[in-house]
Nanobody
Framework: VQLQASGGGLVQAGGSLRLSCAAS????????VGWFRQAPGKEREFVAL?????YYADSVKGRFTISRDNAKNTVYLQMNSLKPEDTAVYYC????????????????WGQGTLVTVSS
C-alpha cells in the first residue's frame, strides 16, 4: 500500500484546510487510516483515525473531521478553526497492528504535508 498525503499550506488562525491521503496498491475500503502530526521539537502525536468509526484526539475534537471516499481510495482530514498550535507536519498512516493512537504499529506511512497556522 502506498499513501500520498497532500493539502497542507499556510493559513491564518481560525481558517480551514483539508488534507487528503490517497491510497494505492493492495488496499481495501475497510482499511483503517489515521492522521498523525509532528510539531518542531515534539514527538509525533495521534490526530484522528477512521475505520468503521472515527476517533479523535481531544485536542482536535469538534474542529477536525476525518472522512473517506472509498471510490477514490482517499481519506480526508477537514480542519476547521485552526490554531497556531496545530502547526505541524501531518502524516497519514494505514493498517495499525497495535493501539490506533500509537504510531508504533502502523504498517504504511505517507510522506508528510506541512500545515502552518499563523496568528
Amino acid at each position: 500500500v502506498q499513501l500520498q498525503a497532500s493539502g497542507g499550506g499556510l493559513v491564518q488562525a481560525g481558517g480551514s484546510l483539508r488534507l487528503s491521503c490517497a491510497a494505492s496498491g493492495r488496499t481495501h475500503s475497510g482499511i483503517a487510516v489515521g492522521w498523525f502530526r509532528q510539531a518542531p521539537g515534539k514527538e509525533r502525536e495521534f490526530v484522528a483515525l477512521i475505520s468503521w468509526s472515527a476517533y479523535y484526539a481531544d485536542s482536535v475534537k469538534g474542529r477536525f473531521t476525518i472522512s473517506r471516499d472509498n471510490a477514490k481510495n482517499t481519506v480526508y482530514l477537514q480542519m476547521n478553526s485552526l490554531k497556531p498550535e496545530d502547526t505541524a507536519v501531518y502524516y497519514c498512516a494505514a493498517d495499525p497492528t497495535a493501539e490506533y493512537y500509537s504510531d508504533y504499529g502502523y504498517r504504511y506511512w505517507g510522506q508528510g504535508t506541512l500545515v502552518t497556522v499563523s496568528s
